[in-house]
């Protein structure tokens, strides 16, 4: 639709009311479109690759709810098994057997890991991993890298000081600076700060935690021997390796990154995918760390809503769609695609495409893509604006932030993608 076609006049009103009741009318602060200028559309429904708002206009839709929908929108699978677990309760507060048989998923497709506890969302699960490592070593310190988010909790919403390793900041109002200091904070992509650290505070440290293919910050693809030193110092240090795979996992491989790099961290945290859509998240890892939870062992964690029947329902019904259409290779082949088409738009600029799998991100910078927080060019994002609106105005729906990435579904088809393609030629034309 072009923007002489598109009426937003009942999302303006709906998102002005919320606004006096919800804070910046929105549950989640990216989706205000403060980045980008305007104001967001009012979803009312969604099937495939394609979301609509309540004025009736259609989005061809590449950030799909920010990872979860891997099947697309309103998949059948998904539906038909939260519609039959809704005949038979919404919540128990009691063991079901649903989550037992995600568990025996999620365990037997992730390297490694024999154990696993749901959550329902991403931050509960990064938040009880670093717990369950400070429990586990005994250790108060652990280690993330700039610009990487896992989630808002407090000691891990921290952001560096100057210098290349220093005790974190708070990165938001709330955050205590002495939970703050207790998170170490590295850049990406350089293993001689993260050596020299673990060379004079190893035996401080519980944990590293990383998204082995970072993609909260654009998409910093990290170098193999990168990724083997994180593993070797927590090692040699007796630090536990925390992947947090919310977005990495069962999307690049039906292992993750795990899969993908060949390297198996000691416990890994998962949301997004395996809840179908659903409020989840989880963490596992080795038996031996995972016995010392509650109520085996001394380190606690708990959740009313934890293994809902429902979020397992979907979260099931999602992995094994995965794998009966062996959506792996298809999701690689339509990644292909598109960058075969958008690498060389990019290049007209000498800009970039950052894709692995369904993940892929416009580094609108010369130069190499970067793999640190530090080596992306803050003016790259000035781009971003025209690119969101002229997307948005031709109803094709991407992350109203430039340093958020976007996804492929097995939804998606070359058509779509070849849409994508032309209004972006267009656009920066
Ligand atoms: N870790 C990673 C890598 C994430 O991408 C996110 C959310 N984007 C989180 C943790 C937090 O998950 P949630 O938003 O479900 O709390």
Known sequence: MSPTTMNHQKSTELFARA?????????????AFNAVGGHPPVLESASGSRTRDVDGNEYLDFVCSWGPLILGHSHPAIAAAVNDALTRGTTFGAPCQSELELAERVTSMYPGLEMVR???????????????????????????????????????????????????????AGVPAAFAEKTLVLPLDDIAALEALFQ?????IAAIIVEPLPANNGLLKQTPEFLAAVRRVTKEAGSLLIYDEVINGFRLAPGGAAELYGIEPDLATFGKVIGGGLPVGAFGGKREYMQQLAPLGPVYQAGTLSGNPLAMAAGIAAVDTLIAEDAWTKLEELGVYLESLVAPILASRKWSLVRQGSIFWMSLQEGPAP?????????AAEHYGHIFQAMFDAGISIAPSAYEVGFLSLAHTHADIDRFASVLKEALA
């Open 118 to 172: 749901f959550v329902s969302s991403g931050t509960e699960a990064t938040m009880s991993a670093i717990r369950l490592a400070r429990g586990v070593t005994g250790r108060d310190y652990f280690v993330k890298f700039a610009g990487c988010y896992h989630g808002h909790s407090d000691h891990l919403l921290v952001s560096a000081g100057s210098g290349l390793v220093t005790f974190g900041e708070p990165a938001s």
């Open 371 to 379: 793999r640190s927080a530090e080596a992306i060019d803050p003016k």
């Open 200 to 204: 004079e505070r190893g035996h401080e």
């Open 19 to 31: 606004k006096k009741v919800i804070p910046g009318g929105v549950s989640s602060p990216v989706r």
